[in-house]
């Protein structure tokens, strides 16, 4: 596990905050673990720092842990403690707005690089940024749609709901309900009271009738988890679903079903040669988690994501934003194109011997080669076009074309096939200038040889 902080100096750490970087960038299937320190930003306090819940409470009734104990419902007092802490706890998670990590999260989602993530937290702040937040039931029928679903899994419940301890029905939080909890008041549950009176009504024995509590649907210490096969068979699902890297943020890594989950999906993290990042400001025991975190960053959680999203700003724009700064950068080159002077036209039309005439297939081609000509003997035969030549020496091509008539095989018809080049054969050389070439074998093409600086092959095209 290596150790790291972000204003280290040392260049190994820099290195590895890089490699950090580089994990969270090539990931395409991460999970994600929080606990309580990515809501302290959002004025939502965690428990077990100086100034956490269990420290800041100043009941002489009930103190630390066991403020989320079932053992609480045993007594009258702890009861009203209960109450009015769960009333003043729902008060600071209406007023908080979700801070940097929990955006991160949902661009991750966005990006479709979160695979899922798990939450210790009961505040609910993901649902804010529209994030699928619950649970889903084990009986559910076609759980697995259901989970996949589900971006966010929220293990301990959710502060934002009532239910029942006796029938179990869920209710919201209502201004009524408020004024009950902090004043110390467990309400009764409207459920249960109406039945209740409706076989009092009928004249039923109500002695077997039992007029449950209105609690927050968090999970206590103490009490069995009621969605525990759900999040077991869940979990399975996401270990088949091959992940790539874990992130942890803002937990102490001390309740024991959050250090089997993290333990299982670390191995199966590292058998595909994956990361573990844990993002905390306190370190965590290297004999407990050495062999399963690759990279600690004692950081803030947020301070951390400011960080990578100077190190990897893509991640954190919208689609639209993207699209736009592409389309901003294409601009920029072409107006940087635009303002680049074009090359000097060449005023050399002689053939440049450079270019392999064999790589020459097409007119097209020989025209962008800097306006230059081709070479007569290389070039693509036209019809009818004789070049560089003088008339008189043009006379006597033309007269010697006609004895050999070759108009058959220059014209053609539309059946006769492609025009072969003239043969490499010449005939003699001339005697003098405006002497006419002799007579070669009727069964052979008329080819004028070369003189000196001067071309007289025809140049024939299809």
Wanted: proline share 5%; charged share 25%; hydrophobic share 30%.
């Amino acid at each position: 596990m290596h150790h790291l902080t972000l204003d280290s100096p040392d260049t190994t750490i820099k290195l590895k905050l890089s490699e950090v970087t580089k994990a969270i960038y090539g990931s395409k299937k991460m999970v994600v673990l929080t606990g309580a320190g990515i809501s302290c930003n959002a004025g939502i306090p965690d428990f077990r720092s100086a100034h956490g819940l269990y420290n800041a409470n100043t009941s002489t009734t009930v103190k630390g842990k066991d403020l989320f104990d079932i053992s609480l419902f045993r007594n009258e007092d702890t009861l009203q403690a209960f109450a009015s802490f769960m009333e003043t706890l729902y008060g600071h998670t209406t007023q908080a707005m979700p801070t940097e990590t929990h955006k991160f999260i949902h661009h991750l989602k966005k990006h479709n690089k979160l695979l899922r993530c798990y939450t210790q937290n009961i505040d609910a702040l993901e649902r804010k940024l529209e994030l699928h937040t619950g649970i889903i039931e084990a009986q559910t029928s076609n759980f697995r749609k259901h989970w996949k679903d589900l971006d966010v899994v929220q293990l301990h419940g959710d502060l934002h709901a009532l239910s029942c301890t006796a029938c179990f029905a869920h209710f919201d939080w209502s201004a009524d309900l408020r004024v009950q909890l902090a004043a110390g008041e467990i309400p009764e549950c409207p459920k249960c009271l109406e039945n209740y009176h409706h076989k009092s009504a009928e004249g039923k024995r109500l002695s077997s009738l039992t007029v449950g509590m209105l609690r927050p649907t968090i999970v206590l210490y103490g009490e069995n988890h009621p969605h525990s096969e759900s999040i077991s068979r869940g979990i399975s699902m996401d270990i088949r679903s091959r992940p790539d890297c874990l992130v942890i943020f803002g937990t102490s890594l001390r309740v024991d079903g959050v250090k089997k989950l993290v333990k299982t999906m670390a191995k199966e993290i590292h058998d595909r040669n994956g990361k573990v990042i844990f993002v905390n400001k306190t370190s965590p025991s290297h004999a407990v988690w050495g062999d399963f975190i690759d990279y600690f960053i004692e950081s803030d959680c947020d301070s951390w994501i400011r960080s990578l999203k100077q190190d990897y700003p893509d991640l954190f724009l919208t689609q639209l934003e993207l699209d736009q700064l592409k389309l901003k950068k294409s601009k920029g080159k072409k107006k940087q194109m635009m303002l680049t002077p074009p090359p000097t036209p060449s005023t050399n039309k002689k053939f440049d011997v450079s270019i392999d005439p064999k790589s020459i297939k097409s007119n097209d081609k020989i025209k962008q080669l800097l306006g230059e000509r081709a070479s007569p003997e290389y070039s693509p035969i036209k019809t009818n076009r004789i070049i560089d030549l003088s008339d008189e020496e043009l006379d006597v091509v033309k007269q010697e074309l006609k004895k050999k008539n070759p108009l058959k095989q220059i014209n053609g018809n539309k059946n006769s096939k492609r025009p072969t080049r003239p043969s490499s054969k010449v005939s003699k050389d001339l005697d003098k200038e405006n002497q006419s070439p002799k007579r070669s074998s009727p069964k052979k093409q008329p080819v004028i040889k070369q003189r000196q600086n001067i071309a007289i092959i025809p140049k024939i095209c299809l």
